[in-house]
């Protein structure tokens, strides 16, 4: 297929453009809401250089969001901040596993989070999105190939820090150990969820916005399995999407609730300039 | 090499005497220099102060990092929270170095603020339950910091003030990061503007005791005497607050804002701002962790201190075996 160079050439081809914005709201939900659960860490990172490394990251991320929100906003889908702040969990299509809470309590009272799960979290999604955005270097929408080629760059560092933090603690033993091997399993019951296209999948595909998700899994595992190898473990063989969906709309009450405080002073006047 | 064998041989009063030569010349002093008990202490206590406060201060304005309003905003105040913690870990470090000879660390840093021994700023005490409280604090709390800072930017101290440099320059990103938020505010609707008159009002009195007491008859102690005596500041609290007032009283007036204190005048004479003194008996309980939120927030440091024990244990091993 040849290139699709501007929204407006891809404006004129109205399955192409529903394809095309099915994936671009599966890459802006998925940083936009990880970047959030990040976030909420701040001020209680394990130590205070990784309060300053994980800022810098979530910040990354929340600007890769912004960026697929922008693509959307020149396709003519709204105001990426309408988009970002607006639309309600039914609407959103990232994975659930991104949505879901850090541990118990909240970012303000009581925030019990659990450092294993974010770790393993973010490493197994960082290495998924670092695939997606080398598959879309070659997308079929210049503007987003565009953009994976810039986001990529900035994953580089994000593989090596959650990278480290993995092998460090799965090679700690003990405490470390047990917890971390308890949130892979956490993590890999809703992994499918990451790296599915969802309903319109077959259709990015055919106008190879993006390589077929079964080629990305196999990547996925190809960089993964090594890394259990190096830790003195294996694999899991099984990932599933247990809390359902996302990119069909299923989520979770844990979307609900980080909406309402992503939106709170946005929605006490959305049309006001803040 | 021959000039530091020579000082080692020297008596401890004689040391003293070339020690103020030196800062007199504006000779910068390192870590790892001759230094009077005294000088250490201060500066580790200001130090540490200096950096576990922008530590602190990362946790009212947290609150905001989520729920700053537009994209564009969510990307400027995680910048400059970041920005804050990159400054208190920076801060912590040449504390640590100033600590060594008494045998502490990082541990003894945290431990001192659970245990209420190391104090954190008056400001970081504050309720921030507005969107322009995130704002105030980037505008004049930020913009405080960078007149008590600039204050010490030719500190004796070396590894001090080259810290503050890097700080001062982030500092003014922030300072403008807040004043965007409070002319959107101001030049917002009705209730935006109420919004931002409100914060102000709320945050008045922290930001007249940010700059300290005018001297140590107000609280009973003031360590400005000793921190000019070894020139690690230049001008007094009150030189600093006076300075403050000349730079945003102006600001505050021209965004349409009333000031909380309807007895300030620029006295023209005097040459100085005349003001309502905040209650200084306040200040003394808020910086022994009796303001509003110091335990709400001293709860979140502790919290996360307990919960990522594990980690802390793992990281130990993990080195350990690195070692061997």
Redesign the interface.
């Given at each position: 297929m040849t290139k699709i160079i501007s929204p407006d050439e891809a404006k004129q081809n109205s399955s192409f453009k529903s394809a095309l914005t099915e994936l671009l709201y599966q890459l802006a939900d998925d940083d936009f809401i990880l970047a959030?659960r990040g976030?909420?860490w701040?001020?209680?990172?394990?130590?205070?250089?990784e309060?300053?490394a994980f800022?810098?990251i979530?910040?990354d991320t929340?600007?890769h969001?912004?960026i697929f929100?922008q693509l959307l906003e020149e396709l003519g889908e709204g105001d990426?901040?309408v988009l970002?702040?607006s639309r309600p969990p039914k609407e959103r299509l990232n994975a659930v596993l991104l949505e879901m809470v850090n541990?118990t309590?909240t970012?303000?009272e009581?925030?019990?989070?659990d450092?294993a799960y974010t770790v393993v979290r973010h490493y197994f999604y960082t290495a998924a999105k670092k695939i997606k955005m080398d598959s879309l270097k070659n997308s079929t929408y210049q503007p987003l190939a565009d953009a994976a080629a810039r986001v990529s760059i900035e994953l580089f560092y994000h593989m090596m820090h959650w990278r480290t933090w993995f092998q460090?603690?799965m090679?700690?033993?003990?405490?470390?150990r047990t917890?971390m091997e308890k949130a892979i399993f956490q993590v890999m019951d809703e992994m499918e969820g990451v790296i599915t296209l969802g309903p319109k999948g077959q259709e990015i595909i055919k106008f190879a916005l993006i390589e077929h998700d079964k080629t990305l899994k196999d990547r996925w595992q190809a960089v993964l399995s090594p890394v259990f190898t190096s830790v003195n473990s294996i694999m899991p063989e099984s990932m599933g999407m247990k809390s359902g969906n996302g990119r069909n709309g299923e989520h979770t009450a844990d979307l609900e609730s980080?909406l309402a405080?992503?939106n709170?002073?946005?929605i006490?006047?959305p049309a006001?300039?803040? | 090499m021959d000039s530091t064998v020579s000082y080692g041989l020297l008596a401890e009063d004689e040391k003293h005497a070339l020690f103020i030569k030196r800062i007199e010349a504006g000779e910068k002093i390192e870590a790892d220099d001759w230094m009077p008990e005294e000088y250490r202490k201060t500066l580790i206590k200001l130090i540490s102060m200096h950096g576990i406060s922008e530590?602190m201060g990362?946790?009212p304005e947290?609150?905001?990092?989520?729920?700053?309003?537009?994209?564009?905003?969510?990307?400027g105040i995680?910048?400059k929270?970041?920005d804050e913690?990159?400054h208190?870990?920076l801060l912590?470090r040449v504390s640590e170095d100033l600590m060594k000879p008494y045998g502490k660390n990082?541990e003894s840093i945290m431990q001192d603020l659970f245990s209420g021994d190391l104090k954190f700023h008056n400001v970081f005490h504050m309720e921030a339950p507005t969107?322009a409280d995130a704002g105030l604090i980037g505008w004049l709390v930020d913009g405080a910091a960078i007149i008590t800072q600039t204050n010490m930017l030719d500190a004796s101290y070396g590894p001090y003030a080259r810290a503050l440099k890097r700080i001062c320059a982030e500092e003014v990103f922030h300072a403008q990061h807040g004043e965007s938020?409070i002319m959107?505010?101001a030049?917002?609707?009705p209730?935006?503007r109420v919004m931002l008159q409100e914060s102000l009002n709320r945050w008045w009195e922290a930001l007249l005791m940010f700059f300290g007491p005018g001297d140590a008859g107000t609280t009973g102690t003031s360590k400005q005497d000793i921190t000019i005596k070894y020139k690690i500041r230049t001008k007094t609290n009150e030189e600093l607050r006076q300075d403050f007032f000349t730079k945003y009283i102006p600001r505050v007036l021209s965004l349409g804002l009333i000031l909380p204190d309807s007895t300030m005048h620029f006295d023209k004479e005097a040459g100085k701002w005349i003001y309502k003194q905040p209650d200084w008996g306040k200040f003394k309980d808020i910086i022994k962790n009796k303001g509003p939120k110091s335990e709400e927030r001293l709860r979140?440091?502790r919290?996360?201190y307990e919960?990522?024990e594990?980690?802390?244990?793992?990281?130990g091993?993990?080195s350990a075996?690195e070692r061997r």
């Open positions: 959030y976030s909420e701040l001020g209680l990172a394990p130590h205070i250089e309060d300053v800022s810098s979530n910040q929340m600007g969001a912004a929100y990426m901040d970002a702040h541990g309590g970012y303000l009581n925030p019990k989070f450092w460090q603690l090679l700690a033993g003990g405490e470390a917890r980080a405080i992503m709170e002073v946005y006490l006047d006001a300039n803040w | 530590i990362a946790l947290k609150e905001w990092v989520p729920k700053a309003p537009s994209l564009k905003r969510k990307l995680m910048a929270v970041q913690m990159g208190g870990q912590l990082r969107w938020i959107a505010l030049e917002g609707t209730k935006q979140l440091r919290i996360s919960t990522n594990w980690v802390r244990e793992a990281l091993s993990a075996g």
